[in-house]
């Protein structure tokens, strides 16, 4: 199933196998360099388009040193696969366990990333889980010290995590965050109530 | 059920300033004391912060930097966080707050000369 794409540069149609999706590619026409977009298709035999002739895989550049234009594309991990797509190798995604093309840089189903290039990009265009890093600063100063540092700690994995791409460690040190957050606050809480009740307990004996 | 929680939370925030701003915690006993203050006599890095507030309550910001320089630095620092929390930022931002925190809990502690300013003076 090739990835077809416009030129932004040319607007020549172009196509490219579906593990070239998130890679950089330079156009055979004007030599323009783009990323090559995911493959829209979400479900196959939905929407089946129509059969690409084998040829339009790898049109000869205009240089003419036969190479596929693809070959250009830096560290794509294969070129056009010449048995075609259909019966191109497919592996169950780590993360959601759909099947996807074996040398896909990016999970269609849910967009988990593997291409460690294209990782850093995947974690800063998206929105990171929120790390409660305010919070966290607010109790360790009025709180719980340690409970809030453990916070601190779980904000930063928070970043961390969001930024190298790992989506559901982030999410799972946002939770930890906020549980510690929350702990601190209650201990802080817990600290308040205890010393009402002594000093109540204190006023009561005066009288 | 969110905007209820918010909405519990701003009456006590509210109410707490309250408190603070007309009851000052260098004069009365009604604030619980800080556990590790009382227990080993250290600072930890929220001491004096309540009496701090009170004088920046007050407009006296020169009396809560005395009493808890970190807390009104960081005060522009939070609202910067606050204000960007749903920009990636990266990590260091963290860790850099976690350093400060932990250094600055450590330094106060000293009784030489530079360092003893960043103790709550009265």
Redesign the interface.
């Known amino acids: 199933m090739p990835i077809k794409m416009t030129c932004p540069s040319c607007g020549k149609t172009l196509s490219a196998p579906d593990n070239a999706a998130g890679k950089q590619a330079k156009c055979p026409g004007c030599g323009q360099i783009m990323t090559v977009p995911e493959a829209v298709v979400e479900a196959e035999g939905i929407y089946a388009p129509a059969p690409e002739p084998e040829s339009s895989y790898s049109p000869q550049p205009p240089t003419g040193d036969g190479a596929s234009w693809l070959d250009e594309v830096q560290g794509a991990a294969a070129g056009p696969t010449a048995s075609g797509a259909g019966s191109e190798a497919r592996r169950p995604c780590p993360q959601c366990g759909e099947m996807i093309v074996a040398g896909a840089a990016k999970c269609r189903f849910c967009n988990a990333v593997f291409d460690p290039r294209l990782k850093g990009v995947a974690?800063?265009s998206?929105?990171?889980p929120?790390?409660y890093?305010?919070q966290a600063?607010?109790v360790?100063?009025?709180c719980c010290?340690p409970c809030g540092?453990a916070a601190?700690?779980y904000?930063?994995?928070?970043?961390?995590r969001?930024?190298a791409g790992d989506i559901q460690g982030a999410i799972k040190a946002s939770q930890n965050a906020k549980t510690w957050c929350w702990v601190s606050f209650g201990l802080g809480l817990a600290?308040?109530v205890?010393?009402?009740v002594f000093?109540a307990s204190r006023v009561g004996r005066m009288h | 059920m969110i905007t209820v929680y918010r909405m519990a939370l701003g009456v006590v925030v509210a109410g707490g300033v309250l408190i603070l701003y007309v009851v000052n915690p260098a004069a009365s006993?009604?604030y619980?004391?800080c556990?590790?203050h009382s227990l080993t006599g250290l600072y930890?890095?929220?001491c004096g912060?309540l009496r701090a507030m009170h004088q920046l309550l007050h407009g006296e910001i020169w009396a809560a930097v005395r009493l808890s320089p970190?807390?009104v630095a960081?005060i522009p620092v939070?609202c910067l966080?606050?204000a960007f929390?749903?920009r990636?930022?990266?990590?260091w931002?963290?860790?850099c707050?976690?350093g400060v925190?932990?250094a600055y809990?450590i330094l106060r502690n000293i009784p030489l000369w530079p360092f003893s300013c960043l103790t709550p003076h009265p």
């Open positions: 974690g800063s998206r929105r990171p929120e790390n890093l305010v600063i607010l360790t100063l009025f010290l540092i601190i700690v904000a930063a994995q928070v970043n961390g969001a930024q600290w308040i205890l010393y009402a000093v | 006993s009604i619980p004391p556990p590790l930890c890095p929220g912060s970190l807390m960081s939070l966080l606050l929390r749903n990636p930022y990266h990590p931002v963290c860790w707050a976690l925190l932990l809990g």
